[in-house]
């Protein structure tokens, strides 16, 4: 089928190139020309892993396309999805400015029959937005479908060549038909399509990303109270995650959710129910203790140190908001050297991916090292924000070498606390 995508982010970028994996021709559209320079030289210009195999394979048979042309893009693709941003607002609903300008020129540019996909995630309504702004330009025939994307970054080319589900909302039959023909391949295991009205389908995606910042918040809640009465996190959440009604999964305390995701998007669904006088209080909760979750460790950095980390080094572990992504938005991370940055400390960096991206913010304001020993070389103290995989058995004789004190502050409980006990003199973790 011929398919093109607005805007190649991350949803949008993984969408075309695996849409262009079963054989449809993509063609990948976006505003930003140095991107699509990039792109159409072969360049990924994001870090996603598994991308680049089938971003290269797929360029190579001239299945997977570039412009800056949304022109060329309506043209082409008898599918058009928009994955573009939808980011916070200042009242905290989600900003439509990228979703309903497109929609505008769309309606300028369309000639024939097409099937346009929300596959950003908008608030319940904006399909019927989306089409207001289209036809007030245009008398020529289109469907608007909700196809929210449930990937995560990091497993994001996994998510969607292997769904658990996928979820559509159109009312046009005409137009779930052929979604369901370009997602026939992706579901061959068996896992659903699950088709809806288009209002449930936009509300489903902040439902689900709400519930799940709901499940970490709640946990980081338990993780608090276990360090009031002495008990263990690490033993309370797999005593109660191996309850299958409850799960193992999305349990892990730590120092906030963060990401292009789930702040935004309880913020979105909370500023929805208060538009349609529904006081989402359980999210208003869910806000509240992440923003202070994410401060959890400082007062405990600034205290060890008697609020003066003036000469002092502090070496970070992990920038991006969770592994396995260059993505910073909204990381913890940045929250905690701004912090440590003000009460005077020196940081270098550590990070596998993340670096240039927390460079281009942050500038001279920090050093990066080229591995994470280096990180330490005279270091007062480690704070590790994200937990990569490579941070999970480290030499501690050889950290210990490094480092001026072997002081760890732990935002992702990493070690088990009995052996890092015998390994360092100082540690401090999350619940425990
Ligand atoms: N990042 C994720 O993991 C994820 C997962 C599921 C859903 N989503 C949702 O998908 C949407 C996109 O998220 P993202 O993370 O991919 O965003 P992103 O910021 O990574 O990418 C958006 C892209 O759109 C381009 N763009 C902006 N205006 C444009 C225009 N007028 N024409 C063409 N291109 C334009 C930008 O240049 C950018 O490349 C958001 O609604 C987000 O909430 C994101
Ligand atoms: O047990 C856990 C699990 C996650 N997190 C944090 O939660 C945030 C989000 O993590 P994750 O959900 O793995 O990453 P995202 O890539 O942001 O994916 C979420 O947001 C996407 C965008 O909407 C959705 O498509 C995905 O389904 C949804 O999981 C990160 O800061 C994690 O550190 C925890 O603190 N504890």
Known sequence: MKVSVIGTGYVGLVTGTCLAETGNEVLCVDIDEVKVEKMQNGVVPIYEPHLDVL?????????????????????????????LPTPEDEDGSADLKYILGVADDIGKLIKDYKVIVDKST??????EKVKAAISKNTDVEFDVVSNPEFLREGFAVDDF??????????????ALSIMEKLYKPYVRSGNPIITMDEKSAELTKYAANSFLATKITFMNEIANFCEKVGADVDKVRIGMGTDSRIGKRFLFPGIGYGGSCFPKDVKALHKSGKDNNYDFKILDSVIEVNSKQKTILMPRIASYFNNDLRGKKIAVWGLAFKPETDDIREAPSLYMIDEMLKLGASITAFDPEAMPNVQRKLGSKISFANDMYSALEDADALLICTEWSIFRTPNFEKMRGKMKSSVIFDGRNLYDLEEINNEVQFYSSIGR
């Open 122 to 127: 908008v608030p319940v309504g904006t399909s």
């Open 161 to 174: 060549l292997k769904p658990e589900r996928i979820v559509v909302g159109s009312d046009s039959k005409k």
């Open 55 to 83: 971003f290269e394979r797929n360029i190579k048979a001239k299945r997977l396309k570039f412009t800056t042309s949304l022109e060329e893009g309506l043209e082409h693709g008898e599918i058009i999805f928009l994955a």
